[in-house]
């Protein structure tokens, strides 16, 4: 069904890439067929064991019997003395050649993939950025291209290859949506992300804090390319706390990881009616030459990746969706609007949907209250009535706006008492005296949709 085919973008982010087997699951289930996946990093190794022809169910059995781990291999002979001769690493490249044999048991050849694939390596020697699909390098063997898109010192060394020295793209574009608008040939491209909590970043060492920010410099610009894409949509899987570096995760983790990409992508799924064209833009300023060196950095770009980093850097830079569950109904069908923003604008929308299992969800609650600029009160009976929203969400919010750390936008979704309204010195989005769900179908939308275009004012600001 050519109406239902995807090309899938799995972006980098070490064993929380295992959440794009349950990702590619949910895409299944619905009727969608991959025509393509491009990646980088660790989502490389995830994408092309897809790309093999593996179902995702045979994909999670294979990793659950057979970890990542198990093809890391020893220290090169001085962990610290690494740095210091060439080629300044730490390890041996991974044996991907035994992971190929007992995954699928054969290496074969980039051309001969049942799914078409493409990866972004960084050549050190030209200082380009080099496309590599099928038509630009069939032969290269896929044991040799997943050692290329994983090198990433100083863990791993360069590949030196006909003339080249090539690290893994992912250092300067963990999700190369440029690659992936190449290839696509026109199908939507879904782009998989990963996000972890805050300690993830807080508790590395020195090394990977230094690759984190050199990461992070590439991923601002990776937002603003992303949102310049033909026909995209972005799915931020939640990883709680886990650690991409962590190689000795439990079974029950990858399982946990795999649920959880699951989720996200069929709650994406159900947001758009399982039509994820509702989020699909028109316009395309993304290359179209497959074989393209180098990234545009535009001062357009420029722009856009400061303001990413301003907003991610002062630690306020997400919107939190505060409402009671008895008004789930009005609850998704904000959730059903925000999603372009998320897709789009690279803003972060949380709400307590997030909290994976197994997660103390009051710390996680806690930890995503502390990192938001904007709150939208969904107002109602049931709002004002819940001890839980007034203790643990709407004291704070109130407490914070006073001091011009949040925003705060109370959406009336059905009648209170004006004595109980603990808004009256704040200006609601709509009238309290015409509540959404006093409102046609089409003016519910009118006011939601202008609430959305200002929610997107403050956020870039």
């Given amino acids: 069904m050519p109406g239902k085919q ?32 491009s990646a980088s990093s660790m989502g490389s190794v995830i994408g092309m064991l897809f790309c093999l022809g593996l179902s995702p169910e045979e994909v999670e059995e294979k990793v659950l019997a057979n970890p990542i781990k198990k093809y890391l291999r020893k220290r090169v002979w001085n962990k610290y ?10 390890y041996h490249h ?23 694939y493409s990866t972004l390596a960084l050549d050190l ?18 044991a040799e291209l997943l050692i290329i898109a994983t090198a990433i010192p100083p863990a791993f060394a360069p590949v030196a290859v006909e003339n080249m020295l090539l690290v893994d ?7 190369p949506g440029w690659v992936a608008a190449a290839e696509s040939n026109g199908a939507p491209v879904v782009v998989l992300k990963n996000s972890a909590g805050l300690s993830d970043n807080i508790h590395k060492s020195f090394p990977k804090f230094i690759t984190s920010m050199i990461q992070s410099a590439a991923a601002g610009t990776d937002a603003f390319s992303l949102q310049q894409m033909p026909a995209s949509i972005i799915v931020e899987i939640n990883c709680g706390e886990q650690q991409a570096e962590d190689f000795n995760i439990s079974n029950e983790r990858i399982k946990s990881l795999i649920l959880a990409g699951e989720r996200d992508m069929e709650r994406m799924l159900a947001l758009c009616h399982n039509d994820l064209n509702r989020f699909i833009r028109i ?36 919107v939190f969706i505060s409402y009671s569950h008895k008004d789930e109904e009005w609850f998704n069908k904000l959730q059903l609007m925000l999603a372009p923003v998320e897709a789009f ?24 209250l502390s990192q938001t600029r904007l709150a939208i009160c969904l107002v109602s009976p049931n709002f004002i009535s819940s001890n839980f929203i007034t203790t643990n969400e709407l004291n704070y919010f109130m407490k914070e706006a006073e001091n011009q750390n949040v925003r705060i936008f109370p959406v009336s979704v059905s009648r209170i008492d004006n004595e109980k309204n603990p808004f009256s010195a704040i200006q609601f989005v709509n009238d309290p ?14 006011v939601l949709s202008n609430m959305i275009n200002q929610l997107i004012e403050v956020m870039r600001q």
Avoid at 94 to 116: C, H, M, Q, R, T
């Fill in 6 to 37: 995807v090309h899938l973008l799995c972006s980098s982010g070490g064993v929380r890439c295992y959440s794009y087997i349950g990702a590619y699951k949910a895409l299944l289930k619905a009727g969608y067929v991959i025509s393509g996946i």
């Fill in 81 to 90: 003395l690494a740095f210091f001769r060439y080629p300044y690493a730490i």
């Fill in 94 to 116: 991974p044996d991907y050649e035994s992971l190929l044999k007992d995954f699928v048991g054969d290496n074969p050849e980039l051309a001969n993939l049942p799914i078409p």
């Fill in 125 to 142: 020697n030209r200082q380009q950025l080099l496309s590599i699909n099928k038509d630009t390098h069939p032969r290269w063997k896929v």
């Fill in 169 to 175: 793209g992912g250092i300067a574009s963990e999700s």
């Fill in 283 to 318: 316009e395309n300023i993304a290359p179209s030459n497959k074989n393209a060196y180098g990234l545009d950095m535009a001062r357009e770009r420029n722009i856009a990746l400061l303001q990413k980093f301003n907003r991610q850097t002062t630690g306020r830079h997400q």
């Fill in 345 to 368: 604008h690279g803003i972060k929308v949380w709400d307590d949907k997030e909290i994976i299992p197994g997660t103390y969800w009051h710390d996680a609650i806690k930890n995503a």
């Fill in 433 to 446: 005296e015409s509540p959404l769900d006093e409102m046609s179908s089409d003016e519910q939308h009118s």
